[in-house]
C-alpha cells in the first residue's frame, strides 16, 4: 500500500478555508485517495475520496494533482466544529474488502 | 439509519474475565470491521468480515476472537486480555462488493468501547 504524508498540526481561523496537503508519491494507478477525520472521543468518518479527478461534496473538496502525486482537502468555510485529526489514506482497488491503513494524520484545530 | 451502533460505550474486566464487545449496522453493508484505537495513536485494522466470513485477520492474537452471527451483527469476544489491550475498540462496516463491480466502499464507524483492563 502506498504511504502518505501529512503536516503533523495545522491551525485555521474560524470562517476561512482550511487546506490540508498530503503527499502520496507512491500511489499507484489503481489507487484511491480517501479522507476521514475523527473529532476527540468519536470514530472517524468518511469526507471525501477520488481517483484522478477533483472532487467536491456538502462536506468538502479535494484537489488531486496531474501526476496524482499529492493532493489537497479543502474545507470551505472552517467552524469549531471542524476541529478534529485529518487522515489521508490511500486504498487499493480491492474486491470484496476495504483495508484501511490509516497514519498519523494532520492535528487541525480552528481558532475564534 | 446510517448508524453503527457499539455496545457497551465503556468496559473494565479483569484479566482473568471472558467479555464482549458488540457491533450492529442496519444500512444492509456486506462488510464489517474491527479496529483498535491506543491513545494519541491511529486507529489499526484488526479484522475483516466480508459476506459473514472472515476475510483479514491482521496476526490479532488469539485472546480477541471476532464472530459475525449474521449480516447486521459483528460480535468481539474477549478472553485473557492484558493491560497493554486497553483502548477504544472501533467498528466499522462498509457496502461491500458485489458481482465484483466497484461501489462507493466508504466506511461507517461506530463511536466506539472504551476497554480498560486491570
Known amino acids: 500500500d502506498a504511504k502518505t504524508t501529512q503536516p503533523t498540526s495545522m491551525d485555521c481561523a474560524e470562517g476561512r478555508a482550511a487546506n490540508l496537503p498530503c503527499n502520496h508519491s507512491?500511489?499507484?494507478?489503481?489507487?484511491?485517495v480517501y479522507w476521514y477525520r475523527q473529532i476527540h472521543s468519536q470514530g472517524p468518518q468518511y469526507i471525501i475520496h477520488?481517483?484522478?479527478n477533483n472532487e467536491t461534496n456538502e462536506m468538502a473538496s479535494l484537489i488531486i494533482t496531474e501526476d496524482r502525486k499529492s493532493s489537497t482537502l479543502i474545507l470551505p468555510h472552517a467552524t469549531l466544529r471542524d476541529t478534529a485529526v485529518y487522515y489521508c489514506i490511500v486504498n487499493p482497488l480491492n474486491f470484496g474488502n476495504e483495508k484501511l491503513t490509516f497514519g498519523t494524520g494532520t492535528r487541525l484545530t480552528i481558532i475564534p | 439509519d446510517t448508524e453503527v451502533t457499539q455496545t457497551p460505550k465503556h468496559l473494565v474486566m479483569g484479566m482473568t474475565n471472558k467479555k464482549s464487545l458488540k457491533c450492529e449496522q442496519h444500512?444492509?453493508?456486506?462488510?464489517m470491521y474491527w479496529y483498535k484505537q491506543k491513545a494519541k495513536k491511529p486507529p489499526e485494522l484488526m479484522f475483516v468480515y466480508s459476506y459473514e466470513k472472515l476475510s483479514i485477520n491482521e496476526s490479532v492474537p488469539s485472546r480477541f476472537s471476532p464472530e459475525c452471527p449474521n449480516s447486521s451483527l459483528l460480535n468481539l469476544h474477549l478472553h485473557a486480555l492484558q493491560p497493554e489491550d486497553s483502548a477504544l475498540y472501533l467498528c466499522?462496516?462498509?457496502?461491500?462488493?458485489?458481482?465484483?463491480?466497484?461501489?462507493?466502499?466508504?466506511?461507517?464507524f461506530g463511536p466506539g468501547t472504551r476497554l480498560t483492563v486491570l
Open positions: 444500512m444492509g453493508h456486506r462488510a
Open positions: 477520488g481517483l484522478k
Open positions: 466499522a462496516s462498509s457496502q461491500g462488493i458485489l458481482r465484483r463491480v466497484r461501489t462507493d466502499n466508504e466506511q461507517f
Open positions: 507512491t500511489i499507484s494507478g489503481n489507487e484511491y
